[in-house]
Nanobody, 123 residues
Framework: QVQLVESGGGLVQPGGSLRLSCAAS????????IGWFRQAPGKEREGVSC???????YYSDSVKGRFTISRDNDKNTVYLQMNSLTPEDTAVYYC?????????????????WGQGTQVTVSS
């Protein structure tokens, strides 16, 4: 059974950092594409970052240079390191599994989602 569990969210001040984790079970994270998405209140879910089976990484323009996606194959976990956070980064963050090798920015292309973790950036 494919399952994803996010953790690491919380309240952080502007300019701060958080590292989100996405622990996977039922499949190997190095065999497939894993994406991070976020959804703020009243807004559509948007793609933030993705890592493909072949280690290609992608970032939305709004987070490029501040966020880093990585993968620990031994722990079967994907991480999202978030630096220089701003209030605009406040959202529920989800990781998602895609039964394919390549990344996609469309949420509809992902098969399984975690429960989400809340990130709040506020002073």
């Amino acid at each position: 059974q494919v399952q994803l569990v996010e953790s690491g969210g919380g309240l952080v001040q502007p300019g701060g950092s958080l590292r989100l984790s996405c622990a996977a079970s039922g499949f190997r994270v190095d065999y497939y594409a894993i994406g991070w998405f976020r959804q703020a209140p009243g807004k559509e879910r948007e793609g933030v970052s993705c890592i493909s089976r072949y280690d290609a990484t992608y970032y939305s323009d709004s987070v490029k240079g501040r966020f880093t996606i990585s993968r620990d194959n031994d722990k079967n976990t994907v991480y999202l390191q978030m630096n220089s956070l701003t209030p605009e980064d406040t959202a529920v963050y989800y990781c998602a599994f895609r039964s394919g090798y390549y990344c996609s920015g469309s949420p509809s292309r992902y098969n399984t989602w975690g429960q989400g973790t809340q990130v709040t950036v506020s002073s």
